[in-house]
């Protein structure tokens, strides 16, 4: 691990005791009698971080930080800080989480609960024990620093890690999702309020619903799991057809989504392009091109314009999904040439979608990339000569300049290099991220 992500880490570390301590300043003294509730719901939350549920191989989805915030309305403290800090050692002890990331994932929640605490008490919030009353300034800005400094802390040890820009990194994996977490603040106060109105069975009803909502979410996310997978196990079936295509479509994703970021565009566009990427020769799966894919020699003429029928036999595919009715142009009009050469509806300049216009740098990287058996993969630089060679007449200009230009060029031609690029189950995972603290 990196010595910088270390020390960041410790940084996270002291930075969490040193907020608890000023709460503990403030305040030092313990309400038995308020810290009770605020106990029982933390005890929730553990449970609630128990149950959680596997989103991706590296990542879980759980709701613990509901039942958690409202221990804190509860009784904004640095006891209940230290509750919260507690409940969610052990829940990381109890999936055999050891050593740094133990240690960062328990600091950045205490940082966040502790921040929340101050930012709560600074405005005026009152326990809610002592005052039933909803106070929209200190509830609203106590979840969303709660929110903010859970997810840039962790965005914060992911972009250290990965040289990635902090920001970038945490507004390509929270900003879109970040607008409706805002819902959560009268459901923070709600879950307290009945723990303070009803008790026991306030509490009881909170740890019903973190059930329910847990295997919601679980059902909800397996079926889409299931459907994404088998999507993903399609495109390998495709590609079983051409020896020489194994990954190719894997491939061609992550080469465009590293183009799409040389070009600028935005984490949503850089997503949809991707995926269209990964299906751009789903189409290849038809009966008519199973004899031409396994030919060994070169192809007639006639062979050939059947094989130019794919990207509209790719596009009836995709249509056929209504989750990616957006990217079926793409898809469609990959093959496309700048100068109107290509097919199939021989397109030029703008008229050709940019996600297509992106895929087709990246299609064309890919097949100079690997070995054919009437040559040798290209170089970097060779691949960057036939690119200029190239510009103006198969490709966008814009984006040559563009990728050309940008040190993520490079990236392309480094060999095991992921950080961008991701399965397709992964990428949905991102895009649909259940309500969950982020966790490294």
């Given at each position: ?107 950045q929640f205490v940082l966040a609960a502790s921040s929340a605490s101050i930012v709560y008490v600074l405005l005026g919030g009152q326990a809610l024990q002592l005052d039933k009353a909803f106070s929209a300034v200190p509830h609203s800005a106590a979840v969303i620093t709660f929110l903010l400094v859970n997810t840039l802390s962790v965005a914060a040890a ?230 200029e060679n190239c510009r103006g007449k198969q490709f966008d200009p814009f984006i040559c300049d563009a990728l050309l230009e940008s040190p993520i060029y490079h990236q392309i031609f480094v060999p095991g290099d992921t950080r961008s690029s991701l399965s397709f189950t992964q990428m949905f995972d991102r895009a649909r991220r259940p309500k969950t603290p982020?966790?490294?």
């Open positions: 691990m990196k010595t910088r992500v270390i020390a960041y880490v410790w940084t996270v570390v002291a930075v969490a005791i040193a907020a608890t301590v000023a709460l503990y300043a403030r305040t030092p003294e313990i309400n038995v009698q308020l810290l009770w509730g605020s106990a029982l719901l933390t005890f929730i939350g553990f449970i609630a971080a128990r149950l959680a549920y596997r989103v991706q191989r590296s990542s879980l989805g759980e709701t613990s930080f509901i039942p958690y915030l409202s221990a804190l309305v509860l009784y904004p403290s640095w006891t209940v800080v230290a509750l919260v800090g507690l409940g969610s050692a052990a829940a990381e002890i109890s999936r055999r989480k050891i050593g740094i990331k133990l240690v960062f994932n328990v600091a992911i972009g250290l890690a990965e040289g990635k820009s902090i920001f970038k990194t945490w507004y390509e994996g929270n900003a879109a999702g970040f607008v409706y977490d805002i819902v959560l603040i009268p459901f923070v106060y709600g879950f307290a309020r009945a723990y303070v109105d009803w008790g026991l069975w306030g509490a009881g009803a909170l740890l019903a619903l973190v059930v329910g909502l847990r295997f919601t979410y679980q059902s909800k996310h397996q079926l889409e799991t299931t459907n994404r997978e088998l999507l993903e196990v399609f495109v390998h079936t495709v590609e079983f057809r051409d020896p020489y295509t194994s990954g190719h479509s894997q491939r061609v994703s992550r080469y465009s989504r590293l183009i799409a970021r040389a070009v600028g565009l935005s984490a949503k566009e850089i997503e949809r392009i991707s995926i269209a990427a990964l299906l751009h020769d789903v189409g290849k799966i038809h009966e008519i091109f199973a004899p031409i894919l396994s030919k060994p020699g070169r192809l007639t003429p006639e062979e050939r314009a059947i094989m130019e029928l794919h990207p509209i036999k790719s596009a009836e595919l995709v249509a056929k999904l209504s989750e990616f009715v957006d990217i079926i142009p793409a898809v469609r009009h990959h093959h496309e040439n700048w100068d109107g050469t290509g097919y199939p509806d021989r397109l030029a300049g703008r008229e050709i979608p940019l996600g297509s216009r992106i895929i087709m740098f990246a299609d064309t990287i890919d097949a100079m990339t690997t070995d054919r058996p009437y040559r040798k993969a290209l170089t970097e630089i060779e691949v960057r000569a036939e690119l982020a966790v490294v």
